[in-house]
């Protein structure tokens, strides 16, 4: 079964820079599987932030960046902010009409 | 605007079949290159994709759950419904559904619904 896993957990100071991963356990990630991210505060709804790699959503802010560096896929947060305090999850198209979620990444800022 | 809604029990009971409704808004089922997806959360645990429906009727499935999801549109209604069968505490979960958005060949999420936490449990 494919796996997709992301780092539990990062902390991040107010104005600092993040880097979260997302890794494919049966090999790399490349921009062929289009990879998303999606933001969620507590009792909310996901929010999306980037797709297909490296585009933004419209409204997201341009410190969200989204990348493949080496063999997975990345969303940086440039200048952390404290509403930036969420769960994120990456998405991958695995082809034929399916997807898989990462494990999510907890940010908090601090 | 588009806008996406779930409904369903609450509370089902173990082997029960569970049946949720996403109605939505701002955009219709019948058009060419439109798609809708469900989503889920455990309590406190990540997000799982089940199953996706697209404006053909194309229908795709979760590998592991793929036994006991149907999804199915009514254009008419603007509605997609999602049947998981043998429910157990193991399924309680908030489920989502969102559009499917595209752009050339890349796919996501988004809108999302609010969401609908059911329980299992008898």
Redesign the interface.
């Known amino acids: 079964q494919t796996v997709v896993t992301q780092e539990p957990s990062f902390s991040v100071s107010p104005g600092g820079t993040v880097t979260l991963t997302c890794d494919l356990s049966s090999g790399s990630v490349s921009t062929g599987y289009y990879p998303s991210w999606y933001q969620q505060t507590p009792g909310q709804a996901p929010r999306t932030l980037i797709y297909s790699t490296n585009i933004r959503s419209s409204g997201v802010p341009d410190r969200f960046s989204g990348s493949i560096l080496g063999n997975k896929a990345a969303l940086t947060i440039t200048g952390a902010q404290a509403d930036d305090e969420a769960d994120y999850y990456c998405v991958l198209y695995m082809g034929g009409g399916t997807y898989v979620f990462g494990t999510g990444t907890k940010v908090t800022v601090l | 605007q588009v806008t996406l809604k779930e409904s369903g029990p609450a509370l089902v009971k173990p082997t029960q079949t569970l049946t949720l409704t996403c109605t939505f808004s701002g955009f219709s089922l019948s058009t060419t290159g439109v798609r809708v997806?469900w989503?889920r959360q455990p309590p406190g645990k990540?997000?799982?994709?089940l199953a996706?429906i697209?404006w053909d009727d194309?229908k795709?499935?979760?590998?592991?759950l793929q036994t006991r999801l149907t999804i199915s549109k009514d254009t008419s209604k603007n509605q997609v419904v999602l049947t998981m069968t043998n429910m157990d505490s193991v399924d309680t979960a908030t489920y989502?559904c969102a559009r499917i958005?595209e752009?050339?060949?890349?796919?996501?999420?988004?809108?999302?619904?609010?969401?609908t936490l059911v329980t299992v449990s008898s």
């Open positions: 997806g989503i990540a997000l799982e994709w996706r697209d194309d795709f499935y979760s590998t592991s989502y958005r752009s050339g060949a890349a796919t996501w999420f988004d809108p999302w619904g609010q969401g």
